[in-house]
């Protein structure tokens, strides 16, 4: 049986829906299957631990040719705790093998959320473009509707999922839903799916939930008809639907290759406890070892854990006699280590904000040495003239090409306006354009050349804090716009952003505990008021940051 999903179809973000024994499962493995044997890179997400039987033919005895490792779990080769999902996220981001994220032991849901968003922010920001299928069975669960607690781990999971589905095409993430609850799975995720399978729902709810998605896509009446004969599709029937390829049926699926571990025993059939040979793991665990240990190296928490573990060995040990010359003689030293490091941290912000002054300055004269293109005339004698009559104003010209009048600083500018604009952003923020062009908002040598470029009606204020362009240029990529905010920035300040890049909102203990600074410290401090003045980052809640929407859309460009 020819299966009814083509293969250029399984590049597609697809969702999986139905009731549980619809078959949703079932078959979205059979599609996994075909990923292992083309050698693509799957990661499958199963909190349910369903999903070991890939490892096993069909007959539940015989070995599989797919020697997908298990993290986790009754059937893994390697055991998962809710502490270790950034580790195991930087791991998986840095192998070229499938695997499998049992998540069915590590007991709470509160655990399995903080090993999840730990596991996503790691895999986010460790992948390096090259194509991974991102199979997350239960979505509803890393994905709710609605949330109890909205500033809590779960918003950021959320967070984190939103941005996978919707953003993380350009860091190779493919990513399959898998769910039987539709209606309380996130209408943001659900509805970045290019393609629907759709099983057996019977809860009217849930098909209202797909109703949303279908309505997009059909006409009304072809809607109605295939809500109308959900309910009664028999198991491992369903509807495939990817609209960009042309594809609307209702199709039976092939039996799988491998065994089904998902199917609950009948009653009075004994269930399948297979014991899986232990794959060699060599090579696995090596990397862990050595994520683990660079992890450790860099965790502030792990080094403060250490530090007081020898300040309690010192205590044991008692105190020095007094007057020891030794004891004074450290303690001047370490007094001197610490004052040479609260000094350095000082002097790395006070560098910073001397660069960026810096750059503002040259940026100045760079607009004024170009803009001397001849030398100045003699002034002319004054004289009296009447004040001409008062004419209405003129109708709007439209957009005339640059003919070369603009210096290079307000060309660039001018470029930064296209850019957005073919962004979808017609009218950005001085923020956004001063970002794209290498400048700071604020500065002098900003505003200077805005206002020479307002003047000559290359530029328009259509609302305050807003620019618009008046005159067709050749709009900069968004490669470059990315390089020119990134090369304004100083090195702390791009350590900050680069920390907060698909991260979500972030606790400034998080952010600092993340960019090795003290969320208390006057350095920390002075970096988070210059990107803030910047327009680089916002503050959603009290003692919470998170990078600009723009500036996160320009950054992942």
């Known amino acids: 049986m020819a299966h009814p999903i083509p293969k250029a179809a399984l590049d597609d973000r697809l969702a999986f829906v139905g009731t549980a024994g619809s078959g949703k499962t079932y078959n979205a493995g059979s599609c996994v299957e075909r990923l292992l044997s083309a050698k693509a890179r799957a990661v499958v997400i199963d909190p349910l631990g369903v999903w070991w039987g890939l490892r096993l033919m069909a007959d539940g005895a015989t070995e599989s040719s797919f020697n997908i490792p298990i993290f986790g779990g009754d059937h893994g080769d390697l055991a998962l705790t809710e502490h270790a999902g950034a580790l195991i996220g930087e791991t998986v981001a840095g192998m070229a093998e499938s695997c499998i994220l049992d998540l069915s032991q590590i007991g709470t849901k509160a655990g399995e959320r903080r090993f999840m968003f730990a596991f996503l922010t790691a895999l986010y920001r460790g992948v390096n473009g090259s194509p991974v299928h991102l199979v997350i069975d239960e979505a509803d669960m890393w994905a709710p509707q609605r949330l109890l607690d909205k500033e809590g781990e779960a918003a950021k999971l959320l967070g984190m999922m939103e941005t996978i589905v ?22 943001d995720v659900l509805s970045q799916a290019d393609g629907m399978i759709a099983f057996k729902l019977t809860a009217s709810q849930d098909r209202d939930a797909i109703g949303a998605w279908i ?18 599709l028999e ?28 199917r609950a025993p009948k009653r009075g059939e004994k269930k399948n406890d297979a014991v899986l040979r232990p794959l060699d793991l060599g090579k696995l665990m090596d990397r862990l070892s050595k994520v683990e240990a660079e992890t450790k190296a860099n965790d502030p928490k792990a080094l403060k854990a250490e530090i007081a573990g020898l300040k309690r060995e010192l205590a044991i040990a008692g105190k020095p006699p007094a007057n020891d010359p030794k004891a004074v003689d450290d303690a001047y030293q370490n007094g001197l280590a610490a004052g040479l490091a609260r000094g350095e941290t000082r002097a790395r912000a006070a560098l910073a904000a001397v660069e960026s002054r810096l750059k503002d300055a040259l940026a100045v004269a760079g607009a004024s040495i170009e803009s001397l293109d001849s030398p100045m005339p003699a002034p002319l004698p004054r004289r009296q003239v009447a004040a001409p009559p008062v004419r209405a104003a003129r109708p709007a010209a439209p957009l005339v090409k640059a003919n070369g009048q603009f210096n290079r600083s307000q060309h660039r500018i001018l470029r930064s306006l296209a850019m957005w604009k073919a962004l979808g952003h017609d009218s950005p923020s001085r923020e956004m354009v001063a970002a794209a062009s290498g400048y700071s908002p604020s500065s002098g040598g900003f505003n200077n050349l805005l206002g020479g470029l307002a003047t000559a009606g290359a530029i328009g204020k ?55 600074y003290s969320s208390s410290s006057g350095g920390f401090n002075n970096l988070i008021g210059s990107l803030s003045t910047l327009g680089l980052i916002t503050k959603p809640s009290a003692g919470y940051v998170a990078l600009a929407g723009w500036a996160q859309e320009l950054i992942a460009a």
């Open 166 to 187: 919707r953003r993380g095409r350009v860091k190779g993430f493919i990513p399959w839903l898998i769910t039987q609850r539709p209606a309380v799975l996130s209408k």
């Open 215 to 232: 309505e997009g896509q059909a006409d009304k009446q072809e809607g109605k008809n295939i809500l109308a004969a959900l309910p009664s």
């Open 235 to 262: 198991r491992g029937r369903g509807f495939v639907w990817i609209p960009t390829r042309g594809i609307l049926e209702t199709a039976a699926f092939p039996l799988k290759v491998t065994f089904d571990s998902s």
């Open 462 to 516: 259509p609302m305050p804090g807003h620019l618009n362009l008046l005159m067709a240029v050749d709009d900069m990529t968004a490669d470059e716009g990315r390089d020119m905010l990134l090369g304004y920035l100083s090195n702390p300040q791009r350590k900050l952003v680069d920390a907060m890049n698909g991260a979500g909102d972030l606790s400034r203990d998080d952010l600092g505990n993340r960019t090795d």
